[in-house]
């Protein structure tokens, strides 16, 4: 079962060509056979995509499945993977975006250069990948997404809500950079850093607060009055 051919077999006997691939990544029992003896990422990823290959040989079709398959691949960072699903068929409009989501999650850099140059948007799924690689303190991952055109301001910078939340202080200060408001959303970035405890972070944000919101004040036109003689 550990060879990828064989465990190719298995799954189209046992599950068919509609729902063999969702097996690859969807059994932990398969994969902990396939992959037990494999140490490095590379190898697994090599492994998995020999398997995936030999499926679609044996006739299995991505369908239904793309969705979860190439988020499953970008996810664990199977590059090969997922070039070979992208190559099979599985279109990046329908499922690009959760791919995109999963990888920036794991900080999967090259899984998500492959995604982006196969014309995935960095603001796919309402910038969900930007708030993702923010969340769980991916800073390369946001600098890729950054440079790839994701909004930092986008749904009042709360991708900047999610990095102070997390206490990600060089994520703080590049979102700041790329534009991000640190008075948006009524200043919720520093509550949200000051709650957590996260006082770097929470001092980095409290100066510019104070003077985003004098300058947004100043741009308010002053009320009419009437004049009445």
Known sequence: MACPDL?????????????????VYGSPTVRRMLLAQLQSAAARDAATDKLVRHLLRLGATPGVQARFLLAAAAGAGDTRVVRTLLRAGAGVGGCGGRALV???SGGHLTTMEVLLSSGVSARAENGAALLAACKHGQLPAAQLLLRGGADPRADGSRALCEAAASGHLC????????GAQASARGGMALREAQQAGHAAVAEALRGLVGAQQTAAAALVPAPMTLRVN
């Open 7 to 23: 465990a190719a077999q298995f799954l189209m006997a046992r599950h068919g060509p509609e729902t063999a691939l969702f097996h």
């Open 102 to 104: 999963a990888a920036a």
């Open 171 to 178: 994520i703080v200060v590049t979102l700041l950079a790329a």
